[in-house]
């Protein structure tokens, strides 16, 4: 009896020093902080085409003994989209970091981050670069020479024309769907008017100043295109409209351009009109400019009451190619007219 005693004493004292070494073990054992791995720290989606959105998911695991918490995902750019599956990660576990690329917008190759932040005490910020190749989308870009005017000082009955040009810059049709216009403003545009790639397009506009209010105008002219990012374009024209000169000789257009750019023979003549709405005929003794390179057509005519008579300028474009320095150059067209005048003894 005494033996056994003796035996359950032993064998508790074993239980005992059994179960303090197993909690001084416990105890002495190291904690590993929250340490985090990411499957990939760059990632390239390769060639893709206009306008995909390619998605990546990441694997972000917890390596640590504490819990990763990852405190906050931002993206480089608004293109970039993420979702974490879990913003918390238990030792040894792990969570999916999806990412998707809007391509819209974009074209070659494209260079974006994602910006992570833990509580991983050595690696509190961490970068994942997202690599992308963008194909070429083929759009058309439309250009304007101009689209701001001062037609300056007019008449009422006067009727001044402006002009400019539209190019498609880009490789695919471009299109004008629409154009928003007063009733005052004729032009020559039909629509849906198509210009090819590479090609252009001169666009006239005529100012119908018959009943215009006297006083100050600004007028806002809209285009609408396919040109994906200038769909909407503004063109404003503005001036002054004075009551109608009574004189008894007029000239239409009191105003013109005329573009180098353009290769048609029409693109260098341009037509002015000389009507005499007096009582007696009037004679136009010389037309001269004010340089050589613009030359008119007709040195002189005679124009009767009430008729008009038309007279051209012809634009000689190598040689004011070689004259003209700067865009654009201002010159002037002389008319000499031969008033008579009667003397009495």
Known sequence: ?????????????????????MFNSEQGKNILPAKY?????????????????????????????????LESIKASCGCIKTS???????????AELTTTFNTTGYEGKIKKDIYIKSNDSLDENRIITLLIDVGHLARPIINISKTDWDIGLISQGDTPTISFIIENEGDSDL??????????????????????????YEVI???ISTEHKLGEFRES????????????????????????????????????????????????IKSFTVENLGGKAVKIISIKTSVDYL??????FELDS??????????????????????????????TIALPVKISK
């Open 1 to 21: 009896m005494a033996k056994n005693i003796i035996i359950f004493i032993l064998i508790g004292i074993i239980v005992v020093f059994v179960a303090l070494f």
């Open 37 to 69: 791995l990411i499957s990939e720290r760059e990632w390239d989606f390769g060639l893709v085409k206009p306008r995909e959105k390619p998605s990546h998911v990441f694997t972000i695991s917890n390596e640590g003994d504490e819990d990763l918490i």
């Open 84 to 94: 974490i599956s879990n913003t918390r990660i238990k030792a040894g576990k792990s």
């Open 175 to 200: 299109t004008i769907d629409k154009v928003n216009i007063f009733e005052h403003i004729k032009h020559n545009i039909d629509t849906p008017l198509s210009i090819l790639s590479g090609e252009k």
């Open 205 to 207: 506009l005529t100012y």
């Open 221 to 268: 002219i809209q285009f609408f295109s396919n040109d994906p990012e200038k769909g909407k374009i503004f063109f404003n024209i503005k001036g002054y409209c004075k009551e109608k000169n009574n004189s008894a000789v007029t000239i239409f257009p009191v105003e013109t351009e005329l573009n180098l750019a353009l290769d048609s023979e029409e693109s260098a």
């Open 295 to 300: 030359t008119p057509l007709r040195s002189e």
């Open 306 to 335: 009430k008729k008009k008579e038309d007279f051209q300028i012809v634009l000689l474009k190598d040689k004011a190619n070689k004259e003209i320095e700067g865009d654009e150059n201002e010159e002037y067209i002389y008319l």
